[in-house]
């Protein structure tokens, strides 16, 4: 709805709950109409705005209707109750004991994923800690997926030790930062070793990890050869 520019009564637009206050000071007249057969004239991707809009603002912009950016929407407003390891085990939400090799598979296909992701210089707290089992592994009573989460932690443990130690890198390429997270240096390499070879995971975990090594060795080669490709055409 728009306000009048005329300061003439009119009674259009006001069965559609004007608050009491906003009545006395302005005349209101329902658009909507107008505004979908203006919408209907544009092509995809197409854009009608104003000399002053700008790719600041575009950044910027809300989509309307969309909840997970415009506060409105009655979904951002349904609190949803996070749990954590403790309260998922305790609600049935996950399972630490009696798992099928599809389902440690599975878990560990997203936990490489993650890891990935991670080294692609996101944080720890928006990828490899999303997955519940890595936050507390001594309440995992499957010795396989115990194993599994003991070896991611230490994995992270290791490359943010060495990323820091060697100091050449931006916050932007590699994030180290816990975010208060426990890495299992309680537990030493040799333990988390014997561990996964006692469980027979050595197998299943080569087979995963060479499946995400080799997309993440063939996107690095594409890029590089991208950049290659540029600078002989510039």
């Not at 009674?11 to 004007?18: I, S």
């Not at 930062?177 to 537990?187: H, L, Q």
């Not at 070793?193 to 990890?209: E, F, I, K, Q, R």
Request: glycine share 6%.
């Amino acid at each position: 709805m728009v306000m009048k520019s005329s300061v003439e009564d009119d009674d259009v637009g006001w069965g559609l709950g004007v608050p009491e206050k906003m009545r006395n000071n302005a005349n209101w007249v329902d658009i909507t109409h107008d505004f979908k057969e203006a919408c209907k004239e544009l092509s995809l991707g197409e854009l009608l705005h104003d000399k002053l809009f700008g790719l600041f603002e575009a950044m910027s912009a809300i989509e309307m209707m969309d909840p997970k950016m415009d506060a409105g929407m009655i979904g951002n407003q349904v609190n949803r109750k996070v749990l954590s390891f403790e309260q998922a085990v305790k609600d049935g939400s996950i399972r630490v004991r009696d798992l099928s090799l599809p389902e440690l598979i599975g878990i560990m296909d997203t936990c490489f994923c993650c890891l990935i992701t991670w080294l692609e210089g996101h944080s720890l707290a928006q990828t490899v800690f999303t997955c519940l089992y890595v936050h507390n592994p001594d309440l995992i009573e499957d010795p396989a997926l115990k194993a599994f989460a003991l070896g991611i932690l230490k994995v992270c443990d290791i490359a943010r030790e060495k990323v820091n130690k060697a100091a050449v890198f931006e916050e932007e390429d590699f994030q180290a930062m816990t975010y208060g997270f426990k890495m299992a240096n309680n537990v030493t390499d040799l333990r988390v070793t014997g561990d996964v070879h006692a469980t027979g995971l050595v197998s299943v975990v080569v087979h995963v990890w060479h499946w995400w090594y080799t997309i993440y060795i063939c996107r690095n080669v594409c890029v590089c050869t991208k950049l290659t490709f540029y600078r002989q055409v510039c």
